[in-house]
């Protein structure tokens, strides 16, 4: 019965995983959309592609090339490599917002542009237009990107493109959308908050380092956090240590789960035990790690952000150094910080079962001591395979660890530098509680 039912409890941490991950995903497609192309049909040789973005996001269009050309579009800086019209609401007019001819009274632009690079063979390129969000894409409302490709462009397109048509002048439409209520609170509660704590430290730090920021963020978050979660990690030890009573009550009303679930709250009742509360520090977790995630993304340029920056830090003269030790923080790291978490997760779920550790061992110390019924007694309990809580246990000490390390894979250095001083914090709290209870 052991190896089927260790199977199980894989499954069920691999289900487990999968719920997990796809369940991030969606939460943070929902907060903050990424763009998605809007073509459909017949693929022309070149196309323009642009998606819906919320206001206060950074929008961008993207030329796709499916032929074999490879060319490069024309430096309009400081206008935007397409011109901009915004489509007049209830008609099928649309205005001109800018275009090459009026290169002297460009609007005034966020961040300085850069000129486009060049568009590979069978290859794509984003034009980013987060420079003129605040000045040309401000408003709620429709709007239409146009590209016109230089004469040569074409002529080669078309000298490569037997029989197909291509068009000088490729279009996308795009909405600038309200942000919804959901959108609205986490960024009022969670992405201004981390982001303005971020630019107090950074003012005050040696070279406005991010990385110094982030530590500093992350011990005051922690520090708020402190009371609840060590009542959550206490707990969760006063479920490890009843949890000898709950498998004798499954041995003692073995195929009657009615009668062990109601055994099982009234232990729980009788000493003051919550199942719920010791989930209290990772869901807590979750929308922190989103928020800063998208604050690092779409925050670390601070002149991309005014829409969460409080009106005194408005004006301000500099920018984050956003290398820390070494690190890129703006981008995922493979070699280092994937390792390093998966060790110190391993570590803080080694201290998070100690305590049942302990007592499986003292337990079977007074086993092996007891004079056995018969010769082959004592054998034949060591050989008893482990229960399904201690398979539960085993798989997230050893796999909870590799989870973390895989996302770590994919989020910037910053995130995981949050989880690293996080989860360092944790194996401290972790080893107070501990101390208290392994006491002798």
Known sequence: MAAPQR??????????????????????????????DGANGARPPVELTAGNVRAGNNPAVTVKNHSTVAFTLSDRCPLPSVDLHRINAGTSGKTLLTSASDADSASPTAIPCTPPPPVPAQGEVKLDLSPWKYSLLGEVGTYEAELTLPQETTDALRLAQ???????TLTARFSVTEPGFFTKIFRTFIMAPFLNFLIFAGS????????????????????????????????????????????ELKKRFNG??????AETMKLWKEHKVNPFQSCLPTLVQFPILIGLFYVIRDGSVLALSGHLIYPFYQNLNWTFDTFFLGLDLLKPNVY??????VLLQFLQMKLTFAIADRKKKNSQAVIDVKPSASPGAGKDKEKDPLSQTELQQKIFQYALPLMIGFFALQFPSAVSLYWGISTLFAIGQQMIVNREHLRV
């Open 204 to 247: 005050w730090l040696p070279g406005h380092n991010l990385g110094l920021a982030i530590i500093l963020l992350t011990l005051v978050v922690k520090l708020l956090l402190f009371l609840p979660t060590q009542h959550a990690l206490e707990g969760q030890k006063k479920m490890q240590m009843l949890q000898p009573k709950l498998d």
């Open 162 to 168: 037997t029989g197909a048509t291509v068009q000088e």
């Open 256 to 261: 009657d789960a009615q009668r062990i679930q």
């Open 7 to 36: 199977k199980s409890n894989f499954l069920q941490f691999a289900l487990i995983f999968l719920i997990v991950y796809l369940g991030s995903q969606f939460v943070m497609r929902q907060f903050f959309p990424a763009q998605q």
């Open 336 to 341: 280092i910080m994937p390792p390093l978490l």
